[in-house]
Each structure stands twice: as C-alpha cells, then as structure tokens.
C-alpha cells in the first residue's frame, strides 16, 4: 500500500514535470555550429513542413535585470516569433486562469492582430516539397550593432511571465515592467576594467621599438613614400601584437588575447595597422604607401602616448549608454509554473529578444513540436542525419536530461527506502510461520511418523505463506487505490493538524498530482508475494526435515 501510494503521486510530479516543460519548451532545438541563425523565417517555413512536425518557431534566450515597483531581480527571458501559430496555442494551454483570470497569449493587442495568426511566408519550391535542405549558414557578429537600432520599428510591446515571478513580486496583468539586458554589463564593465594607465606605459617595448623602426625604413621617392617589404612586414607583425590574432600553430589555429586597452586607444591602433595594410607592393621588394602616412602613423603613436585619460574614459562611457536602455513591457499574462518544474520568468516577441541580445535580425534557435514529444529523440536523430554536422539537433530528453535525472534518482531512491518496509513485512511474515511451526510441532511428528513426505509438510506451509501473500497484496492493493482516490480528503485531514507535506505552491497545482501505472501495480503485487513465498520457505523446511521423534516426545 505504501509503495504504490507513494510511487503513484511520484509519477504524478514526474507527469506535472513533463508536461509543464513540453508545454513551454521545444521538443525539437536547433542551432547553428557557426553561432546566429540569419535565416530562420525560410527553416521555420521549411521545418514545419516535414512529417510530425506541428510547428517550427525562431527562439532566442538569455538573462535580463527586471526592475518593477522598485524590486530589481535577474530574470530569465525566451523570446519566440509571436506569430507562430503552434507556440502560441500550446502557451495559452499553460495560461493561470484560476488565478489570473484576464491572462491572455495576444503579444500585439494595438495593431489588432490575432494572436495566433502565422506570418504568409511564400516558400520556395523545395520547401513546397516537404524537404529540408542545409540552411547556408551566415555567422554574425554582434558586437557591433546597437539593438536600439531596430526596436522601435516592432509595435509588440507586451510581456507574459511566470505565475512563480508574478507572486513573488507582486505582478498582475495590465501591470508595467522594465527590463535592461544583462549583456549591457559586459559593455559597462569592459570600459569600467580597462587599465589605470595608458597602453604605452604597459608596453612600452613594443611601442618604442615600433616606432624606432618606423622612423628608420620610410623614405621619400617620386611624390611618394617607400619602405622594404620584409621591414614592412616585421614592423607590422611587432605592432599587431597588441591586438587579438589567429596565428597558426602545428595544432592549428589559435586566437591570442591581446593586450587591454581603452577602446580609444584600440581605435588608434587599429588605424595604424590599416595604414601599413594600404600598401602598394611593386617588384624589387619595396612597399609604396601615400604621401604623408610615415607622420600620420606617428601622429598617431603620438596621440597614444599623450592620451588624455579622463577624456577617454568618458567618451567610452558616453558611448555604450545607447545599450543600457531599459524597454518598456505590459503583461498581458501569467502562466503556470512551479518550484518544481519551473520554467522561463518572461515569454517576449522576437523582436526585442533581438534587441536584448544585440542580434540584427539574426536567432540563436529554431523550435519545433512534434505530434508525439515521446519519441523526440528519434526524430532528432534522424533530423541531424539531414541536416548535416552544421547544425545542432537536440530532443528536450537532452536538453532537460540533468533535470530528469535528478526525478529519476528520486524516484530509485524513494523505492530502494521503502522496499524496507516490504521486507520488514516479509520478516515478520517469517516469524509468524516459525511461530506456527513451533506451536504445531506435535502434528507435524505425527504426519511424518504416519508416512507424510518432507515435500508435503513445505507444501502446506508455502501454500499457506501464498494465501498471506495474494490475500495482502490485494487487501494491500485496495488500500492503496483508496487512499489514492481519496488523497485530497486525507490531505486535507493532515492539514487540519497544522501539517502540509506537499504545498500547492510548491508543486503549482490545487490538487496533489497522481498516476496510477498498471506495470508498476503489478510488480509491486507480484514481488509482494514472492516475498511472502520466501518468507514461509524457511520455516517450512525447518519443519520438514525436523526429527519427528523428538516432536512426539514434546507431547
């Protein structure tokens, strides 16, 4: 009764697990191996399209600072394409309308549009098809774009967040946050860390035997300036070693850090290596550069070495506040979660998930949901297959593997402690068979003494331990799938004493999950009564092969 009560609610929170996180997670997630996905609305069209597949939508993922009626806490966003019809529907399932009862999935309420229309994309005639070719990947680096460069031009502003934020801040629909993305403070702390000194007070060997050799190989020849080649290229390669570079190795390519500067002064050097970089190599092994570059390098080296620190500074601070503007949300609302199985703090439009991650255009993931979630890893197996080794194909078995691993440790471990209890039936099971054996030693004498076989005096023993066995495992059945119908009764009855072990707030649901699984009844049943066979056993053939001489003398 015991395991099959506390197994069953167990595989009530695993079940409540499973269907929060395939309620808001993909149960397909695919990425580039290059990094940004630039043409996701051509895979969303593409991917939708094949066999199982409900829907395919763009994601995009990361950390924000929140700030709402003065609280200020990190949260976790995912940004998806708010007109993906599929996503859509299944977070308007997850919706808290018992304690929300405004909650709705509309991201663009102001222009009017349905929440779940899909975008009229007009796919090409392989995608018509139904077949997946390799996307052409188009690695993007985003640390040169402003994402308030874009933002304005979407009108979603509208937010819905977790029922666990929502309660622990106070939130409601209707109510206004903002958020600042996180990856502003890499910016701030890259211009708040830069050294206290200028980049040629810290290198000054480079510098000055840069320079040295810059004052040294140029010359004047016909309107223009000329330098060795070889001198060019040695002078260059001292220089460039204050900025990051691929440098090949016999293991290979590999990238070096550089050195710290301010971005002022990065921008300098920057400028004289271009300047050595626009050369006009002609036969005889010189370079010909313009007139005038041999003093406007050294202007430059100039400039770095009377760098005005505090201008500096500031204008790298003047520079970076167009990352550090908080965007502006309304929930329109709240789904449900848990401690338990807790998922994203915010569901955002693309767009200013975009934004946030300073991504022009581009996405980190594509989606997908497929018809049965149970066999995603099938399917992602075969998906990778097609795609190639360019992309990253991953099941939610994968992506929540560390999660499902902890329930199922639980779950092991919770059966291996209360199996105890079974064996401590079975033992007790055992010595009221020795008990009985002992009592009933003056008819067992007198069986054996009238011809009665070993076998049959076990026979009666065990046949006797099997009836204990089925009559409990039913009678221990019963009990067990009254106890689970009637569960929110006898909560509520330990409740009245002040006790909750399973708070709603922390499983998220009104009422204590359970399911009931045939396999598991049965081996619980069957193994209950193979216990009980074993447990008869013994004192059974201590019975038998007792000498009946000695139990007749007893009399």
């Known amino acids: 009764m015991v395991l099959i009560v506390v197994l069953s609610i167990h595989n009530g929170f695993e079940r409540n697990l499973k269907d929060t996180l395939l309620g808001h997670s993909p149960h397909i997630s695919i990425q580039s191996s290059y990094g940004t996905i630039s043409n996701w609305e051509e895979m969303e069209v593409s991917l939708a399209k094949q066999d199982e597949v409900e829907s ?3 994601l995009v993922e990361g950390f924000v600072l929140l700030d709402s009626r003065a609280w200020q806490r990190p949260s976790y966003f995912r940004a998806f394409n708010t007109e993906n019809e599929g996503q859509i529907r299944a977070l308007e399932k997850m ?20 929440a779940g229309t899909a975008p009229d994309l007009a796919p090409d005639s392989a ?4 077949e997946i070719d390799a996307p052409t990947l188009t690695p993007v680096d985003g640390a040169n774009f402003a994402p308030g460069d874009t933002g304005e031009l979407y009108g979603n502003r509208y937010v819905v967040v977790s029922s666990e934020l929502a309660k622990s801040i106070g939130l409601k629909v209707g109510d206004e946050i903002r958020i600042i993305a996180a990856s502003n403070l890499d910016e701030v702390m890259a211009v708040y860390n830069v050294p206290k000194q200028r980049v040629w007070e810290l290198h000054p060997d480079i510098f000055e035997d840069f320079e040295g050799r810059l004052k040294k190989i140029f010359e004047t020849s016909g309107g223009e300036e000329k330098a060795l080649s070889l001198e060019v290229t040695n ?16 293991n290979g390519d590999v990238e070096t850090e550089g050195v710290e500067m301010r971005p002022a002064e990065r921008e300098i050097v920057r400028d004289i290596l271009d300047r050595l970089d626009f050369v006009d190599r002609r036969e005889g092994g010189h370079d010909y550069f313009e007139a005038g570059t041999r003093d406007l390098i050294l202007g430059g080296l100039k400039e770095l070495r009377e760098l005005d620190l505090e201008k500096a500074d500031n204008e790298a601070f003047r520079k970076i506040e167009k990352f550090v503007v908080p965007k502006e949300l309304k929930i329109q609302g709240i789904y449900s979660d848990s401690e338990r199985s807790k998922g994203p703090d ?17 996405v980190e993931t594509i989606g997908l949901r497929i018809e049965d979630p149970y ?3 099938e399917f992602a197996i075969n998906l990778q297959k097609k795609l190639g080794n360019d992309w990253i194909v991953r099941s939610w078995m994968k992506t929540h593997a560390e999660r499902f691993q ?28 020795y008990t009985v054996t002992v009592q009933k030693r003056q008819e067992i004498g007198v069986m054996k003494a009238l011809g009665a076989r070993p076998s049959q005096i076990v026979r009666v023993f065990v046949y006797q331990g099997l009836i204990v066995g089925i009559g409990g495992a039913i009678f221990g059945l019963g009990l067990g799938l009254l106890a689970i119908r009637y569960r929110e009764g ?7 004493f002040g006790i909750d072990p399973f708070p709603p707030e922390f499983h998220g649901m009104s009422e204590l999950p359970a399911e009931i699984m045939g396999s598991q009844l049965w081996v619980i049943c069957v193994v209950a009564v193979i216990l009980c066979l074993f447990a008869a056993l013994v004192p059974a053939l201590m019975a038998a092969f007792r000498d009946p001489a000695k139990s007749l003398r007893n009399l």
């Not at 995608?127 to 139904?130: A, R």
């Not at 915010?346 to 991504?359: H, R």
């Open 406 to 433: 902890l329930v199922k440790t639980e779950k092991i471990m919770m059966s291996f402690a209360l199996s105890f209890i079974t064996l401590l039936s079975a033992f007790s099971i055992m010595a009221v068979m």
């Open 346 to 362: 915010l569901f955002i439009p693309i767009t200013i998930g975009m934004e946030l991650k300073g991504l022009r255009g581009e």
């Open 375 to 377: 066999k995603a890893e």
């Open 127 to 130: 995608q018509q098809s139904g």
């Open 95 to 114: 919706l808290d309308r018992d304690n929300f009862p405004d909650s709705t999935v509309d991201f663009n309420p102001a222009q009017g549009a349905s």
């Open 490 to 496: 006898i909560m509520a009855i330990i409740r009245g």
């Open 56 to 58: 395919a939508f763009a």
């Open 235 to 250: 002078a260059y390669q001292i220089f460039q070693q204050l900025l990051p570079m691929v440098v090949s190795t016999p």
